[in-house]
């Protein structure tokens, strides 16, 4: 990891008072002023309000029978939530719709992480097995993207929509793209860590949770480290703005595979954590059922 003494550093605060075992997928639905992000193991879904403090209070949760890999939100409110296998709809009355399945039943696989793309489709990896998926849910179905992965994480895209960033997180590496259909690269690889959940800042760099590092990077388009949140919690899972401004960035982390000298090292860990880095993030796109 090269951080010379040019690179910028910050120090995240702890935004909750209590923790979740696999923090993870933070997203920040402006309309409604809100934040939302789940426990994956748990099968959790939260909302939270976001205070003038930056701290976090969960006001609401959703709970389903197995794990919850990611959730977005649609225009009207309705949440999309990648299940185990399957994605369902949970509507603003909370009724509960299938959408469609992702993994065939049974599968040693679950759904992970998941992101809405500029013109509101929602993508979603997987992890667990030998080839790992990303898709793309449209016209009711999926979209396989790609079918080669150790375990798919982080999805950004960049502020014109025209480029996409993918995680592999066992290979330690960022993707870039041109999207809707372009070829897939190496953009960067992580030496001191697993890369994890990313999203993309208004001037188009990129903040990358690094899980067993314990720290937030924040890179150039090009790859190039331009600065660090240092957060303590060594698995820090995922990030993204928020605020009526957006530039709140959002830091979830996790307990999952720390021994008992680690919690006690890193008591804060599995919060929320927040900072404010300089700079402002995009509006998260709307899923749109309609595709």
Do not use: K
Request: proline residues 5%; contains cysteine.
């Amino acid at each position: 990891m090269d951080m010379n003494e040019m690179t910028r550093r910050h120090t995240a605060r702890p935004a909750t008072g209590t923790g979740w075992f696999l923090g993870e997928g933070p997203v920040w639905d402006a309309a409604r002023q809100r934040l939302l992000w789940v426990d994956i193991m748990a099968g959790d879904v939260y909302e939270g309000r976001l205070g003038a403090d930056d701290r976090v209070e969960a006001v609401r949760s959703w709970s389903f029978e197995q794990s919850v890999g990611a959730v977005a939100v649609a225009g009207n409110g309705d949440l999309l939530v990648a299940e185990r296998e399957t994605l369902t709809r949970v509507h603003a009355d909370g009724g509960r719709t299938h959408l469609a399945r992702v993994l065939p039943p049974g599968s040693p696989s679950r759904l992970n992480d998941g992101a809405v793309d500029p013109s509101g489709r929602f993508l979603v990896g997987s992890l667990g097995g030998d080839r790992e998926v990303l898709v793309r849910f449209e016209d009711g179905g999926c979209t396989t993207i790609d079918d080669d992965l150790t375990l798919s994480n982080g999805l950004a895209w960049s502020p014109s929509g025209d480029r996409f960033y993918s995680v592999d997180t066992l290979t330690r590496t960022v993707h870039v793209r041109d999207y809707p259909a372009g070829e897939r690269s190496v953009l960067f690889t992580v030496g001191d860590g697993y890369p994890d959940g990313l999203c993309v800042d208004a001037g188009g760099n990129l903040w990358l949770a690094v899980w067993g590092g314990g720290r937030v990077e924040c890179r150039s388009p090009a790859g190039e480290l331009l600065a660090v949140v240092e957060v303590d919690a060594p698995h820090t899972s995922s990030v993204a703005f928020a605020g009526p401004g957006l530039n709140v960035l959002v830091i979830t982390t996790a307990t999952q595979h720390l021994t008992a000298a680690d919690l006690a090292a890193h008591p804060l860990s599995g919060r929320l954590f927040t900072a404010r880095v300089g700079v402002t993030g995009l509006l998260t796109p709307y899923w749109n059922p309609g595709l």
